[in-house]
């Protein structure tokens, strides 16, 4: 079956370390997106590729860094610089239409606590 | 600046018609996605509207007016399973701009 997976579903960390979190489809889409969600809230844009080894910072790219090196695989690392890392993560990819949407479809998420 | 709005939270009856609205301000527009998105999951596609109108799929339609930065979401005989986050998302300059999303409750 195509689809995206994360990895894990939850993850508990100690505060100062950093942790890597893992979004793969074989969907064969060529952009891929990371995005936060905090309770309440809407989702935030923290980084997006769009092809294999580019990717340009979101709106809160701060204390995160990504890596593109397959179309498959698009890991997020959580830092110890981030301030507030607890939070919801979903991973998302997206292909093109002929209308100029690029519908996003989304991985199950990993739910980040941090103590 | 970019401003997408929705209600916050709505609560409506199992077998009812509810009606989700959505304005934005966005710098440009290719199209306005509805997403549903239930509690603790990721969110799932909708439907996508670029031109103005109504478009119906099942017992949830969108409608879409450029014109007035304007959308709705309408979802027909309620069950509880309708009981979830609706997320509006605007397109522009082939950038997702997400809005809060609006938290349907159904009751009995």
């Known amino acids: 079956d195509g689809g995206i997976t994360q990895s894990p579903k939850y993850l508990f960390r100690k505060e100062g370390q950093n942790v890597t979190l893992s979004c793969e489809q074989n969907l064969n889409h060529d952009a891929m997106y990371w995005y936060r969600q905090d309770p309440g809230q809407g989702l935030r844009l923290i980084y997006y590729s769009q092809i294999v080894n580019d990717f340009q910072k979101g709106d809160i790219a701060e204390g995160y860094s990504v890596s593109r090196e397959k179309k498959e695989s698009f890991p997020l690392t959580v830092t110890s610089a981030q301030k507030n890392p607890t939070a919801f993560y979903l991973c998302?990819?997206?292909?093109?239409?002929?209308?100029?949407?690029?519908?996003?479809?989304f991985g199950p998420g990993t739910r980040l606590t941090v103590l | 600046g970019q401003n997408i709005d929705q209600p916050t939270e709505m609560t409506a009856t199992e077998g009812a018609i509810v009606q989700i609205n959505c304005t934005y301000q966005t710098s440009g527009f290719n199209g306005l996605f509805w997403y549903q998105q239930h509690a603790g999951e990721a969110p799932t596609f909708l439907s996508y509207n670029v031109l103005d109108g109504l478009e119906e799929k099942g017992r949830f339609s969108s409608f879409l007016s450029r014109s007035k930065g304007y959308s709705y979401l309408l979802l027909k005989e309620l069950q509880m399973k309708d009981s979830a986050s609706y997320l509006c998302a605007v397109t522009s300059n082939y950038q997702l701009i997400w809005g809060a999303g609006t938290k349907l409750i159904i009751k009995p």
């Open positions: 998302a990819s997206s292909i093109r239409d002929t209308l100029g949407g690029d519908t996003q479809y």
